[in-house]
């Protein structure tokens, strides 16, 4: 069966940098686009980054432009989300997402599989 898995979360400084990544199996990688979103306790599931079948296209939200990248690597079945400048309001569960072939998941609505998610705390 599809199977995403988060790594890479964990505790870090207000300034610092993690990557997450997502491991992915059960279909064929480069067939699908790929998503991050994030959710904090009490506030709704949001979208943070996607990325087309190629990784020609990406996508990001207005809150994480420029300090976010996401990128894919079809051969390892894997997709990343690098995070810079890392601020308190960043920390929150962050879920990997498998969209349709031809439409990047930017809204919860357009995700196939979600993963299982990885805790991301940012605080002195």
């Known amino acids: 069966q599809v199977q995403l898995v988060e790594s890479g979360g964990g505790l870090v400084q207000p300034g610092g940098s993690l990557r997450l990544s997502c491991a992915v199996s059960?279909?064929?990688?480069?067939?699908?686009?790929v998503g991050w979103f994030r959710q904090a306790p009490g506030k709704d599931r949001e979208f943070v980054a996607a990325?087309?079948?190629?990784?020609?296209?990406?996508y990001y939200a207005d809150s994480v432009k420029g300090r976010f990248t996401i990128s894919r690597d079809n051969a390892k079945n894997t997709a990343y989300l690098q995070m810079n400048s890392l601020t308190p309001e960043d920390t929150a569960a962050y879920y990997c997402a498998q969209g349709s072939p031809f439409r990047a998941p930017v809204e919860t609505t357009m995700v196939r599989y979600w993963g299982q998610g990885t805790q991301v705390t940012v605080s002195s």
């Open positions: 990325i087309s079948r190629s990784g020609g296209d990406t």
């Open positions: 059960g279909f064929s990688f480069d067939d699908g686009t």
